[in-house]
């Protein structure tokens, strides 16, 4: 118990680290839209109070303040979840993240509990069958996997199941004019829609998870408790499901929600090739603008997401393996 307190403890101090760092690397890119903002105001013959006000609008912070106050006023903000004004949008930062988080969670979440049930599957025959023919192809396979990065596949699918043969729409998350009001149609379309996002998101992670799971099948294959229950007659299903596949998969969960949280990162440049409205289509958005609170914003999101992920995998690891003593052993 005392393991999760001080682990619990250390969220919100993190999440401060994050908010300072997000804060920091902003400011150190040069120029930006406000300097432009201010001399277009300026040249205009804006008063210099006015233009300050405007920027302090969009910003949340105050422009001639020194760094430590607007510090100081960008975590107020952050408290309170105001996150500023996005200056390409014209609307506050929180109303679009609220509005592009649900797709990204959408995307990473189904694309990968779907790498990790093939991956899973495919690793688990190949230790059963470990250097047979289908092990060698299937070995050869993930390497191949493993070595094509996720956006060449978007790519390749978007050029040719999109463009060329129209099977599949080239944006979007839904088909325009359609809302929830009419649930069957919209939910089809949302799958339609993320159905190429979602595929190329999930081959590109298959082969290092069926190789994870096929180098611990095969170690667990090869522990004594497994030979003893051949020995007490124990069938083969029962073998692989109570022993081989539990032991197997344990050491894969905390890299399951570590994965979720590097993987909504990933959609940065996958959203981009789709034009899917997610957080990281915006965030690119954000960047092409210089619209720096939009850009603090996602950054912010994406990176305390990653934290909760890796919060959540240190607390439930060892409630489901008991052999894990939260902290008091070492003993793996």
């Known amino acids: 118990m005392n393991y999760y ?17 997000t804060f920091g690397l902003i400011r150190l890119l040069p120029g930006g839209p406000f300097t432009q903002l201010r001399i277009e105001l300026l040249q205009q013959g804006v008063p210099a109070e006015q233009v300050d006000a405007r920027i302090e609008a ?17 975590m107020i903000g952050v408290l309170q979840l105001d996150l500023g004004q996005s200056i390409s949008l014209n609307e506050p930062v929180i109303s679009v993240i609220a509005r ?7 995307l990473v979440v189904v694309s990968t509990i779907l790498m990790f049930i093939v991956g899973v599957l495919l690793g688990a025959i190949q230790a059963y069958w470990e250097g047979s023919r289908f092990d060698q192809i299937a070995s050869g396979g993930s390497i191949f996997l493993m070595s094509v990065p996720y956006y060449i596949f978007a790519v390749i699918f978007l050029f040719f199941l999109a463009f060329q043969l129209r099977w599949f729409p080239t944006g979007n998350a839904v088909a325009r004019g359609l809302d929830a009001s009419q649930p069957l149609q ?58 081989v596949a539990k032991n197997a998969i344990l050491p894969m969960y905390t890299g399951l929600l570590l994965l979720i949280g590097f993987r909504l990162g990933g959609t940065v440049v996958l959203e981009e090739i789709f034009s899917y409205p997610g957080l990281g289509y915006y965030m690119i958005e954000a960047v092409e603008a210089n619209d ?9 999101v994406i990176t305390a997401t990653l934290v909760v992920a890796v919060y959540i995998a240190d607390l439930t690891y060892g409630l489901i393996d008991p052999r894990i003593s939260a902290g008091e052993s070492d003993e793996y």
Request: with cysteine; glycine share 8%; proline share 6%.
């Open 58 to 74: 969009l910003q949340n912070i105050r422009p001639d303040a020194p760094l430590w106050q607007q510090y100081i006023d960008y």
């Open 186 to 243: 919209y939910f089809s379309s949302v799958l339609y829609h993320a159905a190429l996002p979602i595929l190329a998101f999930t081959i590109g992670g298959i082969g290092s998870t069926a190789l994870n799971m096929r180098g611990n099948g095969i170690q667990v294959l090869g522990e004594e408790y497994v030979e003893v229950a051949r020995l007490r007659g124990l069938s083969d299903g029962r073998i692989a499901t109570r022993y």
């Open 100 to 106: 592009a988080l649900p797709w990204t969670v959408f």
């Open 292 to 300: 720096y609170p939009l850009m603090m914003g996602c950054f912010l």
């Open 5 to 21: 307190f001080k682990r619990t403890l250390q969220i919100p101090l993190i999440l401060v680290a994050v908010a300072t760092l």
